[in-house]
């Protein structure tokens, strides 16, 4: 198990690696002088040699690289542009809500799909099943923002049930800070449940042929069990692992919704990021979120540990 | 055994069907690819659909509501009566026209991503699959990729590079291609030890003969099947890019834009969001849709998996 | 006696689009205390069917259309969910085909083994314990407190099957359903749990219906044997009767098709050119882990064997014990890692793909699994001329000789412009037959080619192989885990134990004295091997 552990952990330090230099090359991808992008079109010729120099742009390409990731090992990203401070303070103001919507979101999700994939499966080909298949596609391909205004136009503006848009701090109020995350929340989460449920229901048809699942039967076990602690148990490993697959979805997902709910969150720091063309901002969230990315899925990994005895082994 | 003989062996009379009659029966395929068809009709058919030029505006007639009839100015300064279907934004441009016409960059883009994410995607696949020196570091590579949120890489490719077509579509199928690699390499590594392949090896065939006769043809169905899923997403991640603003330029009438556009004026006038949308939805929809029976058809065995 | 399970007319239906109307078509037999019966069949005789039919565990797709299963009288066919429930490993328990996968992976043996308990007893935790121990005592496995601790994982197969009998004895069930319980299982591990079902049958005094598609298991563990073909019962009699006086015909050419134990004794000429030698041949497959270091395992470990023109070589031994191995070096599917092969003097251990090539042609394999071993998107003109083509034959001179190929392995040469689905496994192991013969081979390697058949389709392709070999003066290697398929076809025997030929020589001089102790427990293990089938 340590072997697995330890072998998991390590494997995890080349990726990141990449993701580095993924980042930093996607500045250097760009056609032209990358100062005089970072400087903008009305920039003079001294301020552009200035930033030049002002983010090492003179030097060699691979020292430009070490002098970077030095400062990122030092948790230095740099300051922003736009709002002229250090990125990792951004980040940090910005991280609140998007993490009360992430988990708010992920906390629904969950509870909501792999039952209904349970059930699907357990009936497979019945009326259930059919109609969670086809929920599911319809949650693929709506997309966020207009299932977003869908729910604002119906339950804000013509009900009037919770507010169309904004964020409480949760230390303005609990219950303020549900009332404005409810919406949100469900929005992110459709897309999430389709693709939970899908797996769990797939999952569970393929343990539910298996021989174990006759065994289970021909003990004269109630279909209950059968299904909880014998299929579900062995369907768990696929499931956890599209639940960390789906936190770039989940990702994806913040930066819409926050645009479309003005909730101030790192999602909504990289629209207006972008829009400024902020770089070290860009790079910092990116780094960022692709950091909690393959955190969160090592994380699952070593979960596995938990539900499959033959890792532990 | 013999109950899992028995259902071998119906499932055997069915395959005895050609791959296209087949499709033909499925009612995901045949309504997802007609719903396809009709949008695609409608995208060539924009200019005779009683559209006008996408572009065009006239201060008079902004604001208006679904089937009200205003007034458009056209290139040549002139002004036409025209009946405004979707009803027109804040600069007086139609909307109607601006969605039918929007069809048009939408299956593009789902097309040339899908098909550029497909190339790169099986050459990377294959290569890794097959040259041993090269799997370790691609592989890496591709997980390094996958690691970014797709999403983010193709805000920051677009908001670097600006705005166009091909930008748009290179920045959209490059988070696509780990998945795809990812996907023909497991086919090719679990293909290639099928001992039809080791037969070949053994009756003396090249070994690029054998990448290209016997393994990749083995690959198609799955591959068109992740084709089609490609194809959805990138419609649904350009509108996203519009709709956020880091797309294509604001003038071109993409989904996205219109609904960037209308977001503004969305508690009087929710149409400006709702048509485009319902458009975009329906479209992902009949994509997906047609995705999940050719799945079925001609992939069974993934079928069981999702 | 009294009877514990009185079938009566059973049929069951098929689901529309099938080959038949009906999987069984009104079946009748009992199954007294105390008795085993065995029901025998090939794939499709629709025997595994009525095994879960009795234990009321059919998908609704195969449904019983007519007839009773009375279990004490009680019949199971209009029982209701919880009644049948209630019966199931109390009354009657069912074991299976498959011990690796008939366990559940993530819970220990144990708790499998307390489930049956806590679902249809009230016995208190200590003495469900208790019980537990008894049983895994009682199916003979070794250290049962760590065995209750274990993840089905961490046994082996022989070792799981045991833990599905507890599972299934543990409440004492008057019937034991046994499907096909040693078929995935090694000969030895097969004798093992033969005589260990027979032993608690004995000791409990239960009914059991065993079910087996070999003859030779049936003459080890039966008292009574039923015959089942697409569906019918075509033959039920005591073992007896059934075995040496078949009455039905399809009886009659199943016992037939039992391959003989003891070999044809046919003199192989020992000075016939060599075609094949291979001298301290090895494959080491090296796991290097980063944290476990070098983890090396011998495949095949100093392999010395030989072939010669007009003569098979059987290779014998249990899964695991490197014929496959060997085989697949000897293609160079695999590279070796040490030794030599000779083929017709020259040694192609070390050569590179490219000085391979020419010499490719001398060698050819048909493998094992015949729904696997074409491609399924080109036709079997395609698959045959494939080889050919390689080494320069024009597309019309490859036709001409598939055609003539396709006369000798007795199929059509019209079928050649057919797809792989559209034949039956017999049929496809006579196409991987005329595309491996395409190429002119000096050696053929047939890699456990006949074990996935059905025994009628297996004597007519092993009578295949031996015309073959007798008509074109082959060299024949012949891998196989079957002694009897080895007897039938072999002039020479080396049997492989962990990688290494444990014996060798002559198959009348193995056959008739085994030297080697493993050899020796491997023909002892040999179901029915005493018994002379059809003699009467």
Redesign the interface.
């Known amino acids: 198990m340590y072997?697995f552990i330890?072998?998991r952990l390590?494997s995890t330090i080349?990726?990141?690696?990449?993701?580095a230099?993924?980042?930093f090359l996607?500045?250097r991808?760009?056609?032209g002088d990358p100062a005089a992008?970072l400087a903008g079109d009305a920039a003079s010729r001294d301020q552009i040699a200035q930033i030049r120099i002002s983010l090492g742009l003179d030097k060699p390409i691979i020292v430009q690289f070490g002098i970077w990731v030095s400062h990122i090992l030092r948790g230095d990203l740099g300051e922003s542009f736009y709002f002229k401070i250090k990125v990792t303070d951004l980040i940090a103001q910005r991280l609140e809500p998007t993490l009360a919507l992430a988990s708010f979101t992920l906390v629904i999700a969950v509870l909501v799909s792999v039952p209904l994939g349970v059930i699907a499966a357990w009936r497979f080909g019945g009326w259930f099943d059919r109609a969670l298949?086809g929920f599911s596609?319809?949650g693929?391909?709506?997309?966020?923002?207009?299932l977003a205004?869908?729910l604002?136009?119906i339950v804000s503006?013509k009900l009037g049930w919770l507010p169309v848009q904004g964020y409480k701090r949760i230390g303005d109020g609990f219950w303020p800070f549900l009332r404005h995350l409810i919406l949100p929340s469900i929005t992110l989460s459709v897309i999430y449940i389709a693709l939970i449920a899908?797996?769990t229901r797939?999952s569970m048809?393929?343990a539910l042929g298996?021989?174990?699942i006759?065994?289970?039967?021909?003990?004269?076990?109630?279909e209950s069990?059968v299904l909880i602690?014998?299929a579900l148990?062995?369907a768990?490993v696929p499931i956890v692992t599209v639940i960390g697959i789906g936190v770039?979805l989940l990702?994806?997902g913040v930066?819409?919704t926050e645009?479309?709910y003005a909730i101030p969150g790192l999602g909504r720091l990289?629209?207006d990021a972008?829009?400024a063309?902020d770089f070290p901002t860009?790079q910092g969230?990116?780094l960022f979120?692709?950091f909690v990315?393959?955190v969160v899925?090592l994380l699952i990994d070593l979960s596995y540990v938990i539900?499959?005895?033959?890792i532990r082994? | 055994m013999d109950a899992d003989a028995f259902s071998v062996e119906a499932a055997g009379v069915r395959q005895h069907e050609s791959a296209w009659r087949r499709l033909r029966r499925n009612w995901s395929v045949r309504i997802g690819g007609s719903v396809l068809v009709l949008l695609v009709a409608i995208a060539l058919a924009a200019p005779l659909l009683g559209t006008v030029d996408p572009t065009l505006f006239d201060a008079g007639s902004r604001d208006l509501r679904p089937g009200m009839t205003g007034q458009i100015t056209t290139l040549d300064g002139d002004t036409i009566p025209h009946r405004f279907l979707m009803g027109s934004d804040s600069f007086g441009r139609d909307i109607y026209s601006r969605v039918i016409y929007g069809a048009r960059v939408s299956l593009s883009v789902g097309l040339l991503v899908a098909l550029l994410a497909l190339a790169f995607g099986i050459s990377a696949g294959l290569g890794a699959g097959y040259l041993r020196w090269l799997d370790g570091v691609l592989m890496?590579?591709m997980?390094?990729?996958?690691?970014?949120?797709?999403?983010?890489?193709a805000?920051?490719?677009v908001?670097?590079?600006r705005g166009s077509l091909t930008t748009v579509v290179i920045a959209i199928a490059i988070p696509e291609i780990p998945r795809v690699t990812r996907l023909v390499r497991s086919l090719v590594l679990s293909i290639r030890e099928e001992p039809y392949v080791e037969a070949a090896v053994s009756l003396g065939t090249p070994t690029w003969k054998i990448m290209f006769g016997h393994i990749l043809p083995n690959t198609i169905a799955p591959l068109i099947v992740q084709g089609t899923y490609i194809c959805?997403s990138a419609i649904?991640l350009e509108?996203?890019l519009s709709?956020?603003?880091?797309g294509l330029p604001p003038d071109i009438p993409t989904w996205g834009n219109i609904?960037a556009e209308g977001?503004v004026q969305?508690?009087e006038y929710?149409h400006n969001?709702?048509f485009p949308?319902?458009f975009?939805?329906v479209t992902?929809?009949a994509?997906?849709?047609l995705g999940?029976g050719l799945r079925d058809t001609l992939d069974p065995k993934m079928a069981?998996?999702? | 006696m009294s009877a514990v399970l009185e079938v009566r007319d059973l049929s069951v239906a098929l689901p529309a689009g099938g080959d038949r109307r009906r999987a069984v078509e009104r079946v009748s037999f009992n199954v007294e205390r105390g008795e085993i019966v065995c029901l025998v069949g090939e794939s499709g005789s629709g025997k595994s069917v009525i095994a879960q039919a009795l234990?009321g565990?059919l998908p609704p797709a195969l449904p019983v259309t007519g007839g009773s299963i009375l279990l004490e009288g009680e019949d199971v066919v209009k029982l209701r969910p919880e009644r049948?429930?209630?019966?199931?490993?109390?009354r009657m328990?069912?074991v299976?085909q498959?011990p690796m996968?008939?366990?559940?992976?993530?819970?220990t043996c144990g708790a499998q083994i307390d489930?049956?308990l806590r679902?249809?007893t009230r016995l208190a935790p200590g003495e469900r314990r208790a019980k537990i121990l008894d049983i895994v005592h009682e199916v003979a496995l070794p250290d049962p407190e760590r065995i209750v601790a274990s993840?089905p994982?961490?046994l082996s197969g022989g070792q799981r099957q045991r833990i599905?009998i507890a599972?299934a004895l543990v409440l004492e069930p008057v019937l034991l359903i046994a499907d096909e319980p040693t078929t995935a299982l090694d000969v030895t591990t097969q004798a093992q749990i033969l005589k260990l079902i027979q032993e608690l049958q004995a000791r409990h005094g239960m009914g059991v219906l065993f079910i087996t598609h070999d003859f030779g298991v049936v003459a080890e563990i039966a008292h009574r044997v039923a015959v089942l073909r697409l569906g019918e019962m075509v033959e039920l009699g005591a073992k007896i009767e059934v075995l040496m006086r078949p009455q039905h015909f399809y009886t009659r050419m199943l016992i037939a098709a039992v391959p003989k134990v003891h070999p044809q004794g046919r003199s192989a000429d020992a000075s016939a050119p060599l075609v094949l030698e291979t001298r301290g041949l090895s494959k080491t497959y090296v796991d290097r882990?980063?944290?476990?270091g070098r983890r090396a395992v011998n495949a095949a470990d100093d392999v010395t064997l030989e072939v010669r023109r007009g003569q098979t070589l059987g290779i014998v031994g249990e899964s695991g014990s490197g014929k496959s191995t060997v085989a697949r070096c000897i293609v160079r599917l695999i590279d070796p890692s040490g030794g030599q092969i000779r083929l017709g003097g020259e040694d192609i251990a070390t050569r590179s793909r490219a000085a391979l090539r020419p010499l490719r042609r001398k060698v050819q394999i048909v493998f094992q699994d015949p729904y696997r071993s074409l491609n399924p998107r080109r036709t079997v003109g395609e698959a045959i001329i494939e080889g050919p083509r390689n080494y320069g034959l024009s597309r019309r001179e490859a036709l001409e000789r598939a055609r003539r190929l396709m006369e000798l392995v007795r199929m059509d040469p019209g079928v050649l412009n057919r797809y792989p689905h559209q034949f039956s496994g017999g049929q496809r192991q006579r196409i991987c037959i005329a595309r491996a013969l395409a190429m002119e081979p000096e050696l053929l390697i047939a890699d456990e080619a006949v074990s996935a058949l059905d025994v009628s389709v297996q004597a007519q392709v092993l009578a295949l192989f031996e015309e073959i070999r007798a008509r074109l003066n082959l060299a024949m290697l012949f891998i196989t885990h079957d002694l009897r398929v080895a007897a039938q076809v072999c002039d020479y025997v080396a049997v492989m134990s962990h990688g290494r030929i444990v014996e060798q020589g002559p198959a009348l001089q193995v056959f008739g004295g085994p030297r080697h102790e493993y050899t020796r427990a491997l023909f002892a293990a040999a179901p029915g091997r005493d018994f002379a089938f059809g003699a009467g």
């Open positions: 072997k330890a072998r390590l080349p990726v990141l690696v990449i993701v230099v993924l980042v996607l500045l991808l760009t056609p992008i298949m596609v319809l693929f391909s709506i997309p966020v923002f207009v205004y869908i604002i136009w503006l899908r797996v797939a048809i393929e298996e021989d174990y006759r065994t289970a039967r021909a003990k004269g076990l109630p069990r602690a014998h148990a062995n768990a770039a990702i994806g930066v819409v645009s479309v990289t629209v972008v829009l063309r860009i969230v990116i979120f692709s990315y393959v899925n539900f499959d005895p033959r082994y | 890496r590579f997980d390094g990729l996958m690691a970014i949120p797709g999403i983010l890489v805000i920051a490719l908001a670097l590079w959805a649904l509108s996203i709709f956020l603003g880091v609904m977001r969305f508690n929710p969001v709702f949308g319902l975009l939805a992902v929809l994509v997906n849709i999940d069981r998996r999702v | 234990m565990l049948l429930r209630e019966l199931r490993a109390t328990s069912m299976f498959e996968t008939a366990l559940n992976p993530v819970m489930e049956v679902q249809h993840y994982h961490q599905v599972m882990g980063w944290f476990s």
